[in-house]
């Protein structure tokens, strides 16, 4: 079973801003959108109440483990959990039942923190830009991670320049 990171985070290693996403990259969501598809990914409370805002539902073709002190109501399709040992067991019990062997963690940054000894893979849409932003991920939160793969984006639609990098644990 692997776990796996998705974040995007500009070059200073801003992720949010005023609980949104600072910028505007179509490949990336498409990107995201495939890569979770089928499998359960792991949030916090802010990361899916802003999901709802946006689109008035839980992610579509996945299953939403969102840790939180304040459970919301329970759906076929959202699990609430209290702690990220009990995200954990929740994920991989999903990836049992859908003969699947990945799930991701999707944020926001404490989420990303709690859950950072799961995970094997870090797959990470680097901004290439200094942007200003009121959450960012922590000193050191790739350390242990080496680069695998780097891709630089041809993004025309986007606003920013930006790369796809797979970072995996003590990968070579």
């Known amino acids: 079973m ?12 801003v992720i949010g ?4 996403i600072p910028w505007r990259l179509p ?3 498409r990107r995201f959108a495939a890569m979770t598809s089928g499998h359960p990914v792991v ?6 109440d802003s999901i709802i805002a946006k689109l008035g539902r839980p992610l579509p073709r996945r299953h939403s483990v969102v840790i939180s002190q304040r459970p919301g109501l ?13 995200a954990a067991e929740a994920a991989e019990s999903l990836c049992e039942r859908l003969e699947r062997c990945e799930w991701f963690v999707i944020g926001g940054a ?14 990470l849409t680097r901004v290439h830009a200094h942007v200003t932003g009121d959450t960012a991920m922590p000193s050191g939160w790739t350390d242990g ?6 891709e630089r984006v041809i993004d025309t639609a986007a606003e920013l ?12």
Do not use: C, K
């Open 27 to 29: 490949a990336d969501m």
């Open 17 to 20: 801003n005023d609980g949104r």
């Open 161 to 172: 320049s930006y790369s796809f990098i797979h970072l995996g644990r003590g990968a070579r």
């Open 43 to 48: 949030m916090g409370r802010v990361t899916y």
């Open 74 to 86: 329970p759906t076929g399709s959202v699990t609430w959990v209290a702690s990220p040992s009990a």
């Open 110 to 123: 404490s989420i990303y923190q709690q859950m950072m000894t799961y995970v094997e893979a870090i797959h």
């Open 145 to 150: 991670f080496s680069l695998v793969t780097a």
């Open 2 to 13: 692997t776990v796996s990171m998705l974040v995007a985070a500009a070059e200073n290693d």
